[in-house]
């Protein structure tokens, strides 16, 4: 039996150790995406890959969970030849790592041991920390076109980085000069080092006071209870299987979505999310490496399950995850992998989606997108951005307005204007919450930001990749999705798109003057929009949150003189119900072989929705996450029926002949 008091003071010592990483890298930092953004996670790891501590609300789970398949790969590779004093570096997607610009340090710990002897690998301080640039074919290496990882930047296998102290200093020299910014990217591998050997002696401080012994009890008590909180969580839902899709906007020239498909099954007290059916590895920069989707799946399951319980390897025990190989969620060389955030977020996408069906409504509107990753550089200067988005709307509450989403981590929102200004040729001219950006509901979603840039220096790249740029965030229980992303440029008065694919950008030319324009996506909403509290809308109204155009056409809300007009709002509201556009469902027959899910529709409900051959529409589901469609037919008539799958009756929890409400997503 461990002393409880004993247990819970060593379980704060860890946590606090990690916040103690975590200020340390920001004060030592040379990269501003890493002292301003905190773009960084902290974490201490097992001898056995296990997650032992990581710092609550401050590290991204993208960043740790995936540090077990990077420790595991250092243990394949150098197995038993680990010595104090080396330290490894990893970045490779396909053995554990996030995308390339995401650099692993991993740094081993040894138990005590007798003199002249080596003791046991104990725990091991790691840094997972993003470069600002790690080469590439263009400034900050992440490249909405990218068509192989090579085009990506170095790739770094495990590797022994230091030995016994002493810096494998050819090795270094061959990364740095791969890199742009190659101060900048050394003077963050020293801040990485001083990171770990500072955690390191908080950690022998720990073993002096407590013994080797007595802190393994505590870490694997630990990691035990975390299991057990879970695995009591999961026998609260109902068995049973969900399955749910969710899309990526693939192509280079125009959009090729990509699914992924994920059935959870829930059964005693673990869950299984199998994502068979999911799009084949593309030629685009959205796929990812083994470890990420098993860390989306984990990090949403988490958050709606046991959001306040501890977060370590031992509440990842009860999942299981299948991700077949040489799809775009376990992608193998050469597939490019810099989209890593936007294939996660998919994963969560497609997994709340499922397990919107077993919850009975606990689920929210869905998030940004991604990463929404942005670079502008020169000659001389990167500077990388990354505007924030609305999060969703829930039962109970309007979403947050321009902050990073419940499966991020406290990466700041947006650089401050005074950074960016200090440091780049650049001029920060427009910051400001993005009106009706936020999916209308009964809760509306949060709302996206503009962020305008304009370029000082003669000449400059720009360069995007980001998601919901054409499939916006999804709403939930009849909830409206919310705005989608955008970027583009505003050259002598005309607004210039720099790709013709939204969001996938790679390079493109900017000159002096030219204004880069970034405005984020907002959440999904929750709820039917016609029953929001009109007294709530004439609050956005006055906060400038929601339009007047859209308070009348969307909320159905009638104002006059600063007032609501009761009986002119009851009146619009009954006409907006009535002009939706309704359909039965019937069965057709599935059509897996194809990358998307089909619908066929009757030449009247088509023209009651504005739509043709190859649009895309949404399906809404009062109790759960909508389904998706692109019109694979239209035929002669006015039947009022939508021809879906079986598999798209299951998303929606719907049979034959049920009515059900159909939006068109443009």
Request: aromatic content about 6%; proline content about 6%.
């Amino acid at each position: 039996m461990i002393d409880p008091i004993t247990l819970e003071v060593v379980r704060e010592a860890l946590s606090s150790i990690v916040r103690e990483m975590r200020v340390t890298l920001v004060r030592t930092a040379y990269s501003s995406i890493l002292y301003e953004g905190e773009d960084f996670s902290c974490v201490l790891m097992d001898g056995h890959a296990q997650i032992v501590a990581m710092s609550r609300g401050q590290d991204h789970p993208l960043h740790i969970v995936p540090i077990t398949w990077s420790m595991k790969a250092v243990q394949e590779r150098f197995g038993g030849d680990i010595h104090p004093g080396d330290i490894f570096l990893h970045n490779d997607p396909y053995t554990g790592g996030t995308h390339l610009n995401d650099v692993a340090m991993i740094y081993p710990m040894f138990a005590p041991a007798p003199a002249g002897q080596t003791g046991e690998l104990f725990l091991f301080p790691v840094v997972r920390a993003h470069w600002g640039d790690v080469g590439g074919m263009s400034p900050g290496s992440l490249s909405g076109r990218a068509t192989e990882i090579y085009q990506e930047g170095v790739r770094i296998p495990p590797i022994r980085i230091v030995e016994r102290g002493r810096p494998n200093q050819a090795a270094l020299d061959l990364i740095f000069a791969n890199m742009r910014g190659p101060r900048e990217r050394e003077g963050d591998f020293r801040a990485m080092i001083g990171t770990c050997r500072k955690a390191a002696e908080r950690v022998e401080a720990l073993l002096a006071r407590y013994g080797h012994a007595t802190l393994q009890a505590c870490i694997t008590e630990l990691l035990d209870r975390a299991e057990q909180r879970m695995r009591q969580r999961i026998r609260e839902l109902p068995p049973g299987q969900y399955a749910y899709e969710a899309y990526l906007e693939g192509g280079h020239d125009h959009l090729e979505p990509l699914r992924v498909r994920a059935t959870v099954t829930v059964s005693a007290d673990g869950v299984t999310v199998d994502l068979a059916g999911t799009s084949p590895q593309t030629a685009g920069p959205t796929n990812v490496g083994p470890a990420m989707a098993p860390t989306g799946a984990f990090t949403i399951l988490k958050a709606f399950l046991d959001p306040g319980g501890e977060i370590n390897s031992g509440a990842f025990r009860p999942l299981t995850v299948l991700a077949p190989e040489g799809t775009l969620v376990n992608a193998r060389r050469p597939a490019p992998c810099g989209g890593m955030v936007e294939v996660k977020y998919c994963v969560e996408s497609a997994v709340m989606g499922a397990l919107s069906q077993a919850i009975a409504g606990k689920v929210t509107g869905d998030l940004k997108g991604g990463g929404n990753h942005c670079y502008i550089g020169g000659t001389d200067f990167i500077f990388y951005e990354y505007p924030a988005g609305g999060t969703g709307g829930w039962d109970g509450g309007d979403g947050n307005n321009a902050v990073r989403a419940f499966t991020e981590s406290d990466i700041t929102t947006i650089q401050p204007v005074e950074a960016v200004e200090q440091k780049y040729p650049l001029r920060v001219e427009r910051c400001e919450l993005r009106p009706d950006s936020g999916g209308a509901g009964h809760y509306r979603g949060g709302l996206g930001l503009v962020r305008e840039v304009r370029v000082l220096a003669p000449s400059a790249q720009l360069s995007v990749l980001a998601e919901k740029s054409l499939l916006r965030p999804y709403g939930v229980c009849g909830g409206h999705g919310g705005a989608t992303n955008r970027f583009y440029v505003k050259r002598a008065g005309a607004d210039v798109e720099p790709s013709p694919l939204p969001g996938k950008v790679s390079a493109f030319p900017l000159v002096r003057d030219d204004v880069v324009v970034m405005a984020s996506s907002g959440g999904g909403g929750y709820g039917d929009p016609l029953g929001r509290d009109p007294a709530r809308v004439v609050v956005d109204l006055a906060q400038g949150v929601v339009t007047p155009a859209a308070a009348a056409s969307v909320y159905g809300v009638v104002v006059a003189d600063g007032a609501v007009d009761e009986a002119a709002t009851l009146e619009r509201r009954r006409r907006l119900a009535a002009a939706r556009v309704t359909a039965s469902l019937s069965l057709t027959a599935d059509r897996d072989e194809t990358q998307t899910r089909i619908i066929a529709l009757d030449a009247a409900t088509a023209r009651r929705l504005g739509v043709a051959r190859g649009d895309v529409v949404e399906l809404v589901n009062p109790g759960g996450a909508p389904a998706r469609c692109w019109v694979g037919s239209v035929h002669e008539g006015s039947s009022r029926r939508a021809g879906v799958s079986a598999v798209t009756l299951s998303m929606l929890q719907r049979a034959p002949d049920d009515e059900i409400e159909i939006r068109n997503l443009r």
